[in-house]
């Protein structure tokens, strides 16, 4: 199989936050290839550790541990679930689980920004929200 990274679009990667708090955000995809499933996951980490910090940080992918193949992940949607298990100044570990089953564990690292929140990201979250509360 062949994957079309020239059509990468990782801003399709998420369709909503379902819900968000101090140690869990819930998120919802559609369909997607699988390199974009993974990319959820990603982002789900990402968007909760920005969100903590008031969108002051930037947040980076550093690592992903214990991923299993799952053959057509992505083909359906996906629900998502990142449980902050550990943060540090330099960033947080998150399990994951995929549609309630485990996926992986994820490690976002973070560094200051500014001392305004990024505007950007944050619209993003509240969009994705609202996104959530429509459907």
Known sequence: MELE???FDPSRALEAILSCDARQIV????????????????????????????FR?????????????????GAE????RANITAETKAGASYAVTVNDGPACRILIGMHAA???????FQSRFACLSKISLSV
């Open 114 to 120: 500014s001392d305004t929140p990024d505007t950007i």
């Open 5 to 7: 990274f020239l059509a």
């Open 57 to 73: 940080v930037q947040a980076y992918l550093v690592s992903v541990a214990d991923l299993l193949y799952a053959p057509g992940l």
């Open 77 to 80: 949607p996906l629900t998502i």
């Open 27 to 54: 998120t919802r995809t559609k369909s997607l290839p699988p390199y974009l499933a993974l990319e959820a996951m990603a982002q789900t980490c990402g968007m909760h550790l920005r969100q903590l910090h008031d």
